[in-house]
């Protein structure tokens, strides 16, 4: 069996790692927290308690960021209109996606219709053939049974 070793580092020195990068102006990920933690205290910590320490650190703040009162900021502001962009561009795609399951299913419909046409007129062709010898054996037992006839008339 494996024992649990207890970890290198605390929640706490976590945590201030987190707090230090986000002072820095740098981007809070897990991979820079890591290696904050690496530099300082020679170990990057778990992965998973990282990144789950990264994700509370980041829900925490936004919910005290919003603004007291009921009046829209500018990033709100930008923020819908991102949000109204992304809403457009995605039923733009999604009207151009339909557009292009139509035409595609239309070709092959009428690729179907050309593959029959094209096994229509072999079986014609075919049936135009057998026709043609048919007439053929006819036409020559006709005269056969023409010079017969005129065999046998005196």
Known sequence: MFSMRPPLLTEESIRAAIREVTASGERVTGVAVRNLLAARYGARGGVARVYRLVHESQRAPRGAALPL?????????????AIARADLAEERERVHQQRWARETDALRTRLAA??????DGEIAKLRLADLGRALASAQTRIAALERALAERTP
């Open 69 to 81: 009162t009921g009046t829209p900021t500018s990033s709100d502001d930008s923020r819908e209109a």
């Open 114 to 119: 050309a593959e029959q046409t094209v096994r």
